[in-house]
């Protein structure tokens, strides 16, 4: 049975810094690409970032861009996101999903999810 379980949300003031990890079981994780979503309060969820099954290709969605690093450790399962310079724009619910092979930024390509972890960010 597969399981993706993310941690490391939290509230923090605008300007600060998070880190999530997502931890997966049950798949070869080095045989998945990795991704974060997430989903505001009246929002559709939206794409952050993806990295690919080595870890050496990476893409992030353009308002993250130099704010925001993906990083996985195929030894320990876990694809990890660092938040810099958080905004109180980013207060969501973030998730993390696992997709067979290739970088993808569409939700639909990803077949495995965890639960969500809340980040908030107070102004």
């Known amino acids: 049975q597969v399981q993706v379980v993310e941690s490391g949300g939290g509230l923090v003031q605008a300007g600060g810094s998070l880190r999530l990890s997502c931890a997966a079981s049950?798949?070869?994780?080095?045989?998945?690409?990795m991704g974060w979503f997430r989903q505001a309060p009246g929002k559709e969820r939206e794409f952050v970032a993806t990295i690919d099954t080595s870890g050496g290709r990476t893409e992030y969605a353009d308002s993250m861009k130099g704010r925001f690093t993906i990083s996985r450790d195929n030894a320990k399962n876990t694809v990890y996101l660092q938040m810099d310079s958080l905004k109180p724009e980013d207060t969501a619910i973030y998730y993390c999903a696992a997709k067979r092979l290739r970088i993808g930024s569409l939700s639909s390509e990803y077949r495995y999810w965890g639960q969500g972890t809340q980040v908030t960010v107070s102004s």
């Open positions: 049950g798949l070869i994780f080095s045989s998945y690409a």
